[in-house]
């Protein structure tokens, strides 16, 4: 306990310098019109903007780049209040009762909970990450290949269960995934594969690319040509308080969505989304009034808000602890911090102190920064959702340009780019997710080195991931995961994913 | 023809075509495996995936009922990814961005000419600055200079 607080001392010693604080602000405030603008995620705005960290030093680029991550959950609220578009898609719950207050001519005590919200479940969760993080890195320490591979596969399952929609499909995304992180120089034996003569690609596609062009690039295609069907709701800021009855009926919510999304925000998959669908549902079953839910309840804000934003630092403890990210988005940020010369994982911690506790106290700053500024500030950012999408799309196209070219100089990339977006938009098209494609393309290099150590160690027995108790326990969680994911395949039936996604569907269609 | 089918036909068609070209890989051996041991077991679990996806995809979404209203906008966008991709270190950032949000705002979306201009412009020589002049990420330059 006294050397977690001396670490943070040393956390907040490291941010409280002008410069570090300003790239707090700057990310936050970025990260808030990324999680505003509907169509600009932050896993596409973290890409689009990495290469402006390349000048900066790691700790003042991961706290910028922290910054924008956790504001594009706050940003991603106020669509979904004035608009009923989920500017992000963790808001998708908030959509329901936030836009119902909003009808009623309380968008102002909506958006005032759901910045409160998030701002206790963000200072909370990093509570729970500076607590959790430093003791499961040293657990992991005692891994060796068999377990890494393990608990890579099982994540990869997970992530494929959780993600929604047929686990078939999701499992040939991971696959396709790894199979595309094949591609370049086999760190083993120094043979290139699957290159083509291209040199560039020695290096592999690049996560960069990959998740520009999957994210950013296909949801351009998707979109541009839609009809600006745009009714924003104006908040009558003098109203911007909400009533004690409000925030009385708010207080349970937030605390059950923190608690909530932080555990789920630790699990592999779209954690944030998930959470905020199990938080909503959990207030609509305890509540007195359920008829209410859908129809303004303050708590269908409030819970779901909250749990988005907890869910996302939640991510962070994998991601930081094991170097194992569980969504594209840690996987971009993972990118991001490989960039940088940082590879997360069990000795990120011991021996890059300054970087890990500059950003847990860049995050407890950054959320009280978020919930001084956002609220006086949302007239701003309602102002830039007035802006045509015909104008947006091709400002963001520029931007994905520059994003990908930028990390290293290469045509090549802007090439990979523009054929992940041709990619991403048809498996749209084919009802596939591209999620787990990032995090194959990411995770293959790791999976294959310890999957081929684990067998030189075993002197080829396979034996040996079945044989160690940890990895044969990430082996029997991934089998779980499957079996229940083939389970609607079978009994032919949707379970709580259909309902996710419908929800999802419903909500995009005001 | 459904979705599944289409698309499991294309992941076995991945499938094979990774088992064809690992043949120049060595396989090596369990105890140590070689660079083509890893991407073989990735496309036999692709051709099983894409076999299942063919198999059980009968009652899935027809291929007829997918909408394209978006692909005449949806082309252009990659038609102009790819005018990027050829020409950006030709004729520098500059001119290509010039040219690439010229068409989008003005042909493609049919903005006002005052307004495309203002945006083209603001936007390419913009963010050229910010990115090359302040932020030091050095961007392309054509023949010219530009």
Not at chain 1, 192 to 203: E, H, K, M, Q
Not at chain 2, 29 to 51: C, K
Not at chain 2, 102 to 114: Q, S, T
Request: net charge positive; charged share 10%; with cysteine.
């Amino acid at each position: 306990m006294e050397t977690t607080f001396q670490n943070l001392v040393l956390g907040f010693s490291t941010v409280f310098t002008p410069t570090n604080m300003l790239y707090s602000l700057v990310g936050c405030l970025i990260g808030t019109m990324v999680g505003v603008l509907p169509g600009v995620g932050p896993l596409a705005g973290i890409s689009i903007l990495l290469p402006t960290t390349f000048g900066l030093d790691t700790t003042s680029a991961i706290i910028l780049l922290a910054g924008i991550y956790y504001g594009a959950m706050y940003g991603g609220s106020t669509t979904s209040i004035l608009m009923r578009i989920p500017g992000e898609a963790a808001s998708v719950m908030t959509c329901i009762d936030g836009y119902a207050m909003a009808r009623k001519g309380r968008a102002g005590p909506a958006l005032a909970i759901a910045a409160f919200g998030s701002y206790i479940a963000g200072t909370l969760s990093v509570v729970g990450l500076m607590f959790l993080a430093p003791p499961l890195a040293r657990f992991a320490l005692g891994f060796g290949p068999p377990e890494y591979v393990c608990l890579l596969i099982c994540g990869l399952v997970v992530l494929s269960y959780m993600t929604g929609g047929s686990i078939v499909k999701n499992l040939s995304m991971i696959s396709f995934g790894l199979m595309g992180g094949m591609i370049g120089i086999d760190q083993m034996s120094g043979y290139f594969r699957f290159s083509y003569g291209i040199t560039a690609l020695g290096d592999g596609i690049g996560l960069v690319p990959v998740a520009v062009g999957l994210f950013g690039i296909s949801e351009i295609l998707a979109t541009a040509g839609s009809p600006d069907i745009r009714e924003v709701l104006k908040p009558r800021f003098r109203d911007l308080l909400p009533s004690k009855q409000e925030f009385r009926d708010s207080i349970g919510p937030i605390g059950r969505g923190t608690v909530l999304g932080f555990l789920i925000g630790i699990i592999p998959g779209s954690a944030h989304i998930i959470s905020t669908f199990v938080s909503y549902a959990l207030e609509r079953k305890i509540s007195k009034h359920p008829e209410r839910f859908g129809n303004g309840a303050i708590e269908g804000v409030a819970g779901p808000e909250s749990a988005n934003n907890a869910a996302s630092e939640g991510a962070l403890v994998p991601l930081l602890a094991l170097g194992v990210p569980t969504g594209p988005v840690p996987a971009v940020l993972l990118a991001a911090l490989m960039v940088h010369g940082i590879t997360p994982g069990p000795l990120f911690i011991k021996e890059q102190p300054v970087v890990f506790w500059g950003l847990i106290a860049s995050m407890y700053i950054g959320n009280l920064m978020l919930l001084l500024l956002n609220l006086p500030m949302v007239g701003i950012f309602v102002n830039l959702l007035r802006v045509p999408y015909r104008i947006l799309y091709p400002t963001i196209l520029l931007f994905c340009v520059v994003g990908v070219y930028a990390v290293n100089s290469s045509m090549v990339d802007v090439g990979i780019m523009g054929v992940m977006g041709l990619l991403g938009y048809l498996l749209r098209k084919m009802d596939f997710e591209t999620a787990p494609l990032v995090l194959g393309v990411i995770l293959a290099p790791i999976i294959e080195f310890s999957f081929r150590q684990a067998l030189a160690m075993s002197g080829g027995s396979y034996a040996i991931f079945v044989e160690r108790p940890i990895s044969a326990f990430f082996l029997v969680l991934a089998l779980i995961m499957i079996l229940l994911g083939l389970k609607p395949l079978i009994f032919r039936k949707g379970d709580w994913r259909d309902r996710l996604n419908e929800a999802e569907k419903g909500c995009d269609a005001p | 023809m459904t979705i599944d089918r289409v698309s499991g036909a294309f992941l076995v068609f991945v499938g094979l075509f990774v088992v064809w070209e690992r043949r120049v890989l060595p396989l090596g051996s369990t105890s140590h495996p070689g660079p083509g041991y890893f991407p073989l077991l990735l496309a036999v679990l692709l051709i099983i995936l894409g076999a299942i996806l063919i198999a059980r995809g009968k009652d899935a979404k027809k291929i007829r009922s997918v909408s394209w209203s978006e692909a005449p906008h949806a082309v252009a966008i990659l038609g102009c990814c790819l005018f990027v991709f050829l020409f950006m270190e030709k004729i520098g950032y500059r001119l290509t961005l010039l040219l690439v949000l010229g068409f989008l705002f003005g042909v493609m979306e049919r903005i006002k000419p005052w307004l495309t201009l203002v945006l083209t412009f603001g936007f390419s020589l913009g963010t050229f600055w910010l990115f090359d002049s302040l932020l030091r990420v050095p961007l392309p330059r054509g023949g010219w200079g530009f």
